[in-house]
């Protein structure tokens, strides 16, 4: 029996031992596994924000060049319809300026400053060239579509006036009312100025 207690002794003894190591090893273990959990976490969360950021950035990037995109297509539609807006006012100059010179005509004729005949031969080559200029620019022509149906009703019935009284009676002169188209050249050069 001694030889049993003996050997007990030693096994519990040895036990132990090896149960001091045990738990110095699995606190050793512990600490470390711990540390690497912690240490395989914190490089989760580093790549994930890492991720995150690549995302974000990728995301601001798309967000940027969809905005210069629109920039430059907003650009080149204001480039275009400034262009547009140019050749209008262009337009509107020259109708003006055709205005005015018809108008210096009826008022020297209307005065009797100058030449008859020169003056009705202005007339009659202004008031073609001023309609054809108008009715050539869509917005003018839209704008002045009253105007320059008058013009042309006004200008159709002089012709016809004078072409029946050639006829007729063979004159030279008429006693042509200018004040119409003067009042259609104020009103058109008002609406041009607009």
């Known amino acids: 029996m001694e030889n049993i207690n003996t050997i007990v002794e030693t096994i519990i003894e040895g036990k132990i031992k090896y149960f001091y190591l045990y738990n110095v090893l699995s ?14 976490k914190t490089k989760g969360k580093n790549l994930a924000t890492k991720s995150d950021i ?5 995301k601001v990037e798309s967000v940027k ?4 995109k629109k920039i430059e297509e907003y650009k ?3 480039s275009g319809k400034y262009e547009l807006e140019k050749v209008l006012l262009s337009s509107k100059i020259q109708s003006y300026q055709l205005a005015t010179s018809l108008k210096v005509v009826i008022l020297q004729r209307k005065s009797n400053l100058g030449d008859e005949q020169y003056l009705m031969e202005q007339f009659f080559q202004q008031i073609p060239a001023l309609l054809i200029h108008l009715c050539s620019h869509f917005k003018i022509r839209k704008d002045l579509g009253e105007e320059i149906e008058s013009m042309e ?14 006829k007729l009676s063979g004159e030279q002169k008429y006693n042509i009312d200018l004040a119409r188209f003067e009042k259609i050249i104020d009103s058109i050069q008002e609406k041009l100025l607009r």
Request: charged fraction near 15%.
């Open 153 to 166: 009703m006004a200008y159709n019935q002089i012709v016809s006036y004078i072409e029946e009284q050639s």
């Open 27 to 40: 606190f050793a273990l512990g600490l470390f596994g711990s540390y690497f959990i912690e240490f395989f």
């Open 54 to 58: 690549d995302l974000l950035t990728s």
């Open 65 to 68: 060049y969809d905005y210069l």
């Open 76 to 78: 080149n539609e204001l």
